[in-house]
């Protein structure tokens, strides 16, 4: 007949075969689930707008971020880290990205929240003097990270913010 090891690795096989075919079907699960997440942001107050010694243009606000991104976490998802940027169009860059917040939700139980902050763990700084007067979306951005297969993320923006002309 067959030996032990023979037998064992047969088992094995069959086992890891098990577990890939489980994964693969997780992975493919999360297609179905269309989420519907939501959010709203508010600059609540400009704490200072100055020009650096440098000549980069630098800005403190206090955001008050509410979010609902319950609809994000299916069985598969393991957490989703989030972030707030700010982003603006210079004459150099069509696109600039700064980002002013970040967390990472690790249940759903976190998932709806409400936060009052100011940007002091990330700078809004702009590498020369074209922030006064200009208009900024603030959007959100969002990483799924799943216990199996591929990660994905999606933003929310949300548009009609402006600087100041003068600095403060």
Request: with cysteine; net charge positive.
């Amino acid at each position: 007949m067959h030996s032990f090891a023979y037998r064992a690795n047969a088992l094995l096989t069959f086992a890891i075969t098990i577990l890939a075919l489980m994964c693969a079907m997780a992975s493919v699960s999360d297609n179905f689930n269309s989420p519907s997440p939501t959010s709203e942001v508010q600059v609540s107050h400009i704490n200072w707008f100055q020009k650096k010694p440098d000549g980069d243009d630098e800005v403190s606000l206090t955001l008050n971020i509410s979010a609902n991104l319950e609809s994000l976490f299916t069985w598969n998802t393991k957490q989703v880290f989030v972030f707030l940027a700010a982003e603006y169009e210079t004459p150099k860059n069509a696109l600039n990205q700064v980002s002013l917040w970040d967390g990472i939700i690790p249940s759903k139980e976190h998932a709806k929240f409400w936060i009052h902050t100011t940007n002091t763990k990330y700078r809004f700084i702009d590498q020369g003097s074209n922030l006064r007067g200009k208009k900024f979306n603030l959007t959100l951005h969002w990483h799924v990270m799943p216990k199996t297969g591929k990660m994905f993320a999606d933003k929310i923006v949300m548009s009609g913010f402006r600087l100041p002309e003068a600095y403060r």
